[in-house]
């Protein structure tokens, strides 16, 4: 019995750490702002614009987790001869996200006092078209310093908790529903409150810039990257 309680515990904590880690790499108040905006303009049921801006979300969070569990090590072993190989190699290349992380936090910090209203409406004049919108999400997504954490440790705890290539897959796409699920939820509700969805983007939008929650993200950031950082290094003397 108390084994299987401890798989159950660790079946429910890897979903719950998969889900919740998938809501904050997809959460961008500058695209929930930019979808707000264009579906209210839109006077179909579903604005090609936010298709494309979730298409371009989805497939940025799926080439990043794809990617981050490809580097783990064993992963690797299975593309490479020998183990020592496979350690430098992810090593190297967890030490470039690493660094990364750091640059990123570090810019949050310094830019910390942007608006995220004027930069979403900012971005919104630059939209040309779906292909444009797919763009803006795609890279938005791409760069985002949260969303490479969120999704570098999702990508490390799906690759530790699952064995076959089903379980992972399922873990990803777990992962995926949970970062474009809020997109989904505005693009629902717009179709029927239309301006009070707005005022409630914009007002949490206000709330966060109060908050000044880019200062959270990027200590957060910092810390995360020296951690990896640290960890690989010992990784490399031990």
Request: hydrophobic share 55%; with cysteine.
């Amino acid at each position: 019995m108390a084994d299987i309680a401890s798989v159950i515990l660790s079946l429910l904590t890897t979903l719950l750490a998969v889900v919740l880690l998938g809501i904050v790499a997809g959460f961008s108040p500058t695209l929930f702002i930019t979808q707000a905006t264009v579906d209210v303009k839109s006077t179909k049921k579903i604005s090609p614009y936010t298709i494309g801006l979730v298409v371009g979300v989805a497939l940025a969070i799926v080439l990043l987790i794809v990617l981050f569990q490809f580097i783990q090590p064993g992963v690797l072993r299975h593309f490479f001869n020998t183990t020592v190989r496979t350690i430098v190699i992810s090593v190297i290349f967890n030490g470039i996200v690493g660094h990364l992380l750091i640059a990123g936090g570090a810019w949050y910090l310094t830019h910390r006092n942007v608006a995220t209203k004027r930069s979403g409406r900012h971005a919104l004049k630059k939209t040309g078209g779906v292909s444009a919108m797919f763009s803006f999400g795609f890279f938005r997504t791409l760069t985002s310093v949260s969303g490479i954490a969120a999704t570098f440790l999702a990508g490390t705890i799906i690759a530790n908790s699952s064995v076959h290539f089903i379980e992972q897959l399922l873990y990803t796409l777990l992962f995926l529903a949970a970062a474009i699920t809020p997109f989904g939820g505005i693009a629902i509700l717009m179709r029927r409150e239309d301006k009070k969805v707005t005022r409630t983007v914009e007002y949490i939008n206000k709330q966060l810039d109060r908050f000044n929650y880019k200062t959270v993200l990027g200590i957060g950031a910092v810390i995360l990257g020296c951690c990896i950082v640290l960890a690989n290094v010992l990784t490399l003397i031990l």
